[in-house]
Nanobody
Framework: QVQLVESGGGLVQAGNSLRLSCAAS????????MGWFRQAPGKEREFVAA????????YYADSVKGRFTISRDNAKNTVYMQMNSLKPEDTAIYYC????????????????WGQGTQVTVSS
């Protein structure tokens, strides 16, 4: 079993930045692909970014390309997402997920999920 705990969410003004963290426990996630998803009120959960455990290949949704950066620190069993130039439409609950798959990584059928952290961007 893998337990995931997200942190780093909060309320920020548009144009500002946040860094989300996802701390894993239970197992080392060095051989897990890790993803970030988000869900806004009344909307379905959507893919944001992912990083493969083979080669560290990264993937981004078009809506966040150039603004968000996903990274991982296997020594700390933690995945991060740096979010810059935040927009009000980025407001959502952000979830971390882990799976042994190599790809594709944009689907929501990951094995393990965190409880989420709220990100609110004011205009």
């Amino acid at each position: 079993q893998v337990q995931l705990v997200e942190s780093g969410g909060g309320l920020v003004q548009a144009g500002n930045s946040l860094r989300l963290s996802c701390a894993a426990s239970g197992r080392t996630v060095s051989r897990y692909s890790m993803g970030w998803f988000r869900q806004a009120p009344g909307k379905e959960r959507e893919f944001v970014a992912a990083i493969s455990w083979i080669g560290g290949t990264v993937y981004y949704a078009d809506s966040v390309k150039g603004r968000f950066t996903i990274s991982r620190d296997n020594a700390k069993n933690t995945v991060y997402m740096q979010m810059n130039s935040l927009k009000p439409e980025d407001t959502a609950i952000y979830y971390c997920a882990a799976d042994r798959r190599v790809g594709p990584l944009s689907g929501t059928d990951y094995d393990y999920w965190g409880q989420g952290t709220q990100v609110t961007v004011s205009s």
